[in-house]
């Protein structure tokens, strides 16, 4: 089966630097990449996807990238704010609806 | 505004006393998923139904069980809680009809096992 693994496990950066987390997968036919933000108490909710006919997207603050060939894909967060703090998790699926999780990491920004 | 609403948020119950929560969704999405998380690990699946399809993950306890009468609502059965089954559980649902396989979580069901 798949298997996500997510670098580092925990990340602080200063507000206004940037953010990068990084994620492998092991089942190259893996087609659909999200990142999910979870705050605490709260149930995880999805920042950015990518599929892999997509090599980056981009949403105002928040990228991903996508490397089929290495298997790997990124999130970066620019201008990170004290709101960006959280748990953040990738997660990679193939065809049907199950996501195979990162192992997630807790972001921290210093204001 | 549509959403995935679960309740309740938090569920303390005894050793062994069957417990349930649940599930409900506006979304009309057909396909509705478990997941349990416990501390600072990613959600682990636990089982999920395709309209009324159901389908277990293979390493989820006899222990753990799921009811869907209808569209909107599932429920987790948890028949004899132990001390390990104390975790955040979660509720997902996502619709097979679409191209992407977004996954809306809902805020969760925090249980704690005495």
């Known amino acids: 089966g798949e298997n996500v693994e997510q670098h580092p496990s925990t990340l602080s950066v200063q507000e206004g630097d940037s953010a990068v987390i990084k994620c492998t997968y092991s089942?190259?036919?893996?087609?659909?990449f999200p990142w999910y933000k979870q705050e605490l108490g709260k149930g995880p909710q999805l920042i950015i996807d990518?599929?892999?006919?997509?090599g980056e997207k981009k949403d105002q603050r928040i990228a991903v990238t996508l490397n089929k060939t290495a298997k790997h894909f990124s999130l970066h967060i620019t201008e990170t704010q004290p709101e960006d703090s959280a748990v953040y998790f990738c997660?990679?699926?193939?065809?049907?609806?199950?996501?195979?999780f990162g192992t997630g990491t807790r972001l921290t920004i210093i204001p | 505004d549509a959403m995935v609403i679960q309740n309740p948020r938090y569920q303390v119950t005894q050793f062994g006393k069957p417990v349930t929560l649940s599930c409900s969704q506006t979304?009309?999405?057909?396909?509705m998923y478990w997941y349990q998380q416990k501390s600072s690990q990613a959600p682990k699946l636990l089982f999920h139904y395709y309209d009324k399809d159901f389908n277990n993950e293979a390493d989820t306890p006899d222990n753990f069980q799921s009811r869907r009468p209808n569209t909107s609502f599932c429920f987790l059965d948890i028949r004899s809680p132990g001390l390990g089954d104390a975790a955040m559980y979660l509720c997902?649902?996502?619709?097979?009809?679409?191209?992407?396989?977004?996954?809306?979580f809902g805020p969760g069901t925090r249980l704690t096992v005495l």
């Open positions: 997902a649902t996502s619709s097979r009809d679409k191209i992407n396989n977004e996954q809306f």
């Open positions: 089942d190259s036919a893996s087609n659909y």
């Open positions: 979304l009309n999405h057909n396909v």
């Open positions: 997660a990679a699926s193939f065809g049907n609806e199950k996501l195979t």
């Open positions: 990518i599929r892999s006919n997509v």
